[in-house]
């Protein structure tokens, strides 16, 4: 299967760190997905994330699918 892509946009010169940062399908459940300590997007850069569960492949993966017919995508800075 082909899971769903999310990319992510750093407009910015200088990197974004994005420890703590979350992602969500589900706005009444903000911590579905945190980023780790060391995840960042580059200056003028992309992040790839994965809408699926984790499976051993690299990257980061929500650990939620987006659904077919559409659906939002929440993004929440730290806690």
Do not use: M
Request: charged share 20%; aromatic share 10%.
């Amino acid at each position: 299967t082909t899971p769903d892509a999310i990319e992510l946009f750093n407009a910015d010169d200088e990197a974004l760190d994005l420890q703590g940062v979350r992602l969500t399908d589900d706005p009444a459940a903000p911590d579905k997905f945190i980023f780790p300590a060391g995840a960042s997007i580059p200056a003028r850069g992309y992040l790839v994330v994965f809408a699926d569960n984790p499976n051993g492949t690299p990257g980061y993966h929500l650990g939620f699918g987006l659904s077919q017919t559409g659906e939002s995508l929440h993004l929440y800075a730290p806690a």
